[in-house]
């Protein structure tokens, strides 16, 4: 074998290598690392869309869950630590650090403001830091799915009509259609529909 074979592919092994590490970081530890697209833990799972028996049997809504981990010692960390996860570029963000409820959920996009669909917390503390209700409000029966948004510093918030029109209020032109359009907490697609045009023009 000539001395050029031999580093040709001494050289494609170690591109391998490289390209095979960085398609191997498929977690999230924290919003930093997603809002830079450096994910930097590495787990053996799969993702599965639940299905309407798993629904009617357990209660929540269509969204993700985490099987077959590996090895097993994992399964607390992916189920309540990790921030989100990536597979295939598409992004989920883990549900359990803000509400407290187990599951997956995938965001539609990631932007100045990034948004996505979840089930609402049931717990005070949870609702409260949600937005779901005010500081000075007790807990409340929820029920069904709702959309919430990821601010610029990693906050999660229920995404309701008067905190659209907060978050897009230096936006004259998207500002005032977000008023004329007199939305309601369950124009989810709308109020997306705006945090997307917004989220263009920050570009």
Not at 10 to 25: D, P, S
Not at 144 to 166: A, F, H, M, N, W
Not at 177 to 196: H, N, S, T
Request: aromatic residues 10%; contains cysteine.
């Amino acid at each position: 074998m000539t001395r050029k074979k031999i580093i040709g592919i001494a050289v494609f092994a170690l591109i391998t290598g490289i390209v095979h590490g960085q398609t191997n970081k498929n977690a999230f530890a924290n919003f930093n690392e997603f809002k830079h697209n450096t994910p930097t833990l590495t787990y053996s799972f799969t993702i599965k869309q639940r299905t309407q028996s798993d629904i009617f049997m357990m209660g929540g809504i269509v969204n993700y869950k985490v099987e077959n981990i590996e090895p097993k010692s994992d399964k607390e960390k992916l189920k309540k630590e990790v921030w989100g996860i990536i597979v295939r570029d598409t992004v989920y963000i883990n549900s359990y650090p803000y509400s407290k409820l187990k599951g997956y959920n995938r965001i539609i996009e990631k932007g100045y403001y990034s948004y996505f669909i979840g089930e609402p917390a049931r717990k005070q503390k949870e609702q409260r830091s949600l937005g779901i209700i005010k500081p000075n409000e007790g807990q409340i029966p929820v029920c069904c799915q709702t959309g919430y948004v990821i601010l610029p510093d990693g906050t999660i918030k229920q995404l309701r009509p008067e905190l659209l029109s907060e978050l897009c209020k230096d936006n004259e032109g998207i500002s005032n259609e977000i008023g004329w359009a007199k939305l309601k907490i369950e124009d989810v697609d709308k109020m997306f529909d705006f945090l997307k045009r917004y989220n263009e023009m920050k570009k």
